[in-house]
């Protein structure tokens, strides 16, 4: 102990020094404090001394003078020059000297003291009391951030005002019990300077009650790295208590809230304080010394002496602690129960829920949801209609379809009488033949065979006219297979050729040398086909020209599978080039205008393009365009 007294009396006396020279150059060299001070007088100008008990940046005190400052700025309706200064000497175990720093002070302010002096802590309390008259004989006093047993009252003068606090640390420890009722261990975590001293034995003192309730470690006595190995290692059902921790046993000084911050990083126990200044950065929480309380008192205090109020008519009762407040988020780490908190805490640093963050958000995607939800609904609706719809168009189609076949097999009949003639006339000449040559006395065998493969051959010809026929004329729904389409345009011409030739029209067809592979309704298209080849052999018969053609057939071109119908008629004029294809339109006196209208229709329904031009030498041109099969 002696050893460290002496390396702190040596540290001391260094630190003093320059500021000793500093001070009396300072005295030498501020012809202009007369000039302050005259400013001062007359309203222009108010010196604030400030003066700190550890430093500037030593919790908690660091916290109150921000905002006790802050507050004085934004109140002052005078100018202010704060000088701020600190007490070195509070941070050692073994108090130094103070002589030099009391000096330094004098030879600052010798002749044009401050208007007035804002004392922060105990320390410096204590140490603005002691040297009043040598430094600030008749200057108002504010003493604020000390507790109520710490202000000596038989000093106090009617120049000083007091802001204090009342610190009742059973309502704190009750508090802990409350919250975590199964603790049975409270380690706590007090420095050693004087002022940290104090506090352990007052606390021991006020806490002998709960000496048989729990077991209270102190490691007041230990340096810090002692603590936090303690700290890591703390028994189930422990808490540890976080008082004061500016100087440790060691002499070591912690400025800022980096102690805390290494305690909370390796304690195994929730960590509880009455400071407010430490509040948020690790401790759970519980009652309050509240900052804000104190500052709001101290800057309406130095605020009324400025404006002239005399010290001692302003009197405030000590301040207890505000309502307990829990830091949510140890709570969560700790697993502590919002339920065993005093009634009226506050919670804070709660963090919100997905629905409290982005409710907004979420009631925009709901009504989008609900809105597309709608949508779908309809147009699902909607699609249902659409396919009855087609299903039933299609029906009709068919049937108007079939009644349109049974209109062109009525043109056809003279071909169909001729294709089945021919066939019942050789059948009936070849039995005839037959007939007599068996009644002979050696009928030919071999030539009788050969007869009976002509008859055979146009059955088969008779046979097929008449299923094509049936084919054309049967009533069956809109069927999709793969067909060959030169071989269903062949069919469809096979049935007209009798017909063309009847009415001395020249009709041809001239199939690509390639398959011409799609996917459709081979009556649906062979009725197409017939539909153009009719219109095309009427036109010409209409007409009063010599050349009387019908050219008919099939290219593939660009993944498409392409019928091409070209007459040597007139052709359609321009003006019904554009209405060809709707329904009712017709240029013949007795047509219904429903063949080219069903035609379209049957294309489309094929995924295909059916069109017309007018070709170039005369005569009209229709072209089928259908997909092929990929």
């Known amino acids: 102990m002696s050893g460290r007294k002496s390396r702190a009396s040596v540290k001391l006396r260094a630190a003093w020094a320059p500021w000793l020279g500093l001070g009396l150059l300072l005295a030498c060299v501020l012809p202009g404090s007369a000039d302050a ?3 001062s007088a007359r309203g222009e100008l108010k010196r604030v001394l400030v003066l700190h008990s550890f430093g500037r940046e030593f919790r908690p005190w660091s916290e109150y003078a921000r905002s006790i400052k802050a507050g004085l700025e934004q109140q002052s309706t005078w100018p202010l020059d704060i000088q701020e200064h600190t007490l070195l000497s509070a941070r050692f175990n073994n108090r130094g000297p103070e ?5 330094y002070l004098h030879s600052l302010y010798e002749g044009a003291p401050p208007d007035i002096v804002l004392a ?57 019990l409350r919250v975590l009722p199964d603790t049975k261990t409270v ?11 104090f506090w ?38 422990a808490v540890l208590f976080w008082g004061l921790m500016s100087v440790d046993a060691a002499g070591i000084v912690y400025e800022g809230d980096i102690a805390l911050r290494s305690l909370r990083a390796v304690a195994n126990a929730p960590i509880f304080s009455y400071q407010d200044p430490f509040f948020g950065d690790g401790t759970v929480g519980g ?26 008519a302003i009197k405030f009762e000590p301040i207890d602690f505000g309502r307990p407040k829990y830091d949510w988020r140890e709570l969560q780490r700790w697993g502590i129960s919002e339920s065993n908190l005093p009634p009226g805490s506050e919670i804070l640093f709660r963090e919100p829920t997905v629905w409290e963050r982005y409710r907004w958000q979420m009631l925009l995607i709901t009504a989008i949801i609900l809105v597309q939800s709608g949508l ?20 009709r189609l068919t049937e108007l379809a079939h009644i349109t076949r049974y209109s062109a097999v009525g043109e056809l009949t003279t071909s169909i009488a001729h294709e089945l003639n021919q066939p019942l006339g050789s059948i009936l000449t070849n039995t005839e033949t037959a007939e007599l040559m068996l009644q002979g006395n050696s009928p030919d065998i071999k030539e009788i065979r050969l007869i009976l493969a002509d008859i055979r051959r ?78 095309a052999m009427d036109a010409i018969s209409d007409a009063n020209t010599g050349k009387r053609e019908i050219s008919v057939w099939t290219v593939r071109t660009d993944g498409k599978a392409e019928v091409n119908v070209v007459d040597t008629g007139p052709g359609v004029t321009p003006a019904d080039l554009t209405g060809l294809f709707d329904p009712f339109f017709t240029t013949k006196p007795q047509g219904m205008g429903m063949g080219l209208a069903i035609a379209k229709t049957i294309v489309e329904a094929h995924q295909g393009t059916i069109s017309a031009t007018n070709q170039q030498g005369g005569g009209a041109r229709f072209t089928i365009r259908l997909p092929l099969r990929g």
């Open 458 to 535: 146009d059955d088969q010809r008779a046979s097929e006219v008449i299923r094509r026929l049936r084919s054309v004329l049967k009533k069956t729904p809109f069927e999709i297979k793969e067909i060959e389409l030169n071989e269903t345009v062949r069919e469809a011409i096979g049935l007209v050729r009798a017909v063309a030739g009847a009415r001395r029209i020249t009709l041809t067809f001239t199939p690509v040398l390639a398959d011409l592979r799609v996917r459709g309704d081979p009556i649906q298209l062979q009725q197409v086909v017939l539909n153009l080849i009719i219109n």
């Open 187 to 197: 380690a706590i975590v007090i420095g050693a300077s004087p002022l940290e001293k």
């Open 376 to 395: 779908i609904s309809g147009l699902l609706h909607e699609r249902r209609r659409r396919v009855v719809a087609e299903i039933e168009s299609r029906k």
């Open 287 to 312: 009652p309050m010394q509240l900052t804000a309380d104190t500052s709001r008192k101290t800057v309406d205090a130095v605020m009324r002496i400025l404006g002239g109020e005399k010290p001692s």
């Open 37 to 39: 001070a005259q400013r």
């Open 99 to 103: 002589a030099p720093f009391v000096a």
């Open 200 to 237: 352990t034995d007052a606390l021991k003192r006020e806490l002998k009650p709960l000496e048989n309730r729990v077991d209270l470690v102190w490691y007041s006595d230990l340096s810090f790295e002692e603590m936090l190995a303690r700290a890591a290692k703390l028994p189930p059902h």
């Open 120 to 176: 922060i802590g105990a320390p410096a309390a204590r140490f603005a009391q002691r040297y009043r008259a040598t430094l600030f004989p008749d200057t108002p006093m504010v003493l604020t951030v000390v507790e109520d047993r710490l202000v000596d009252r038989a000093d106090l003068t009617d120049n000083d005002v007091v802001v204090s606090a009342h610190l009742d640390f059973m309502a704190v420890f009750n508090t802990i």
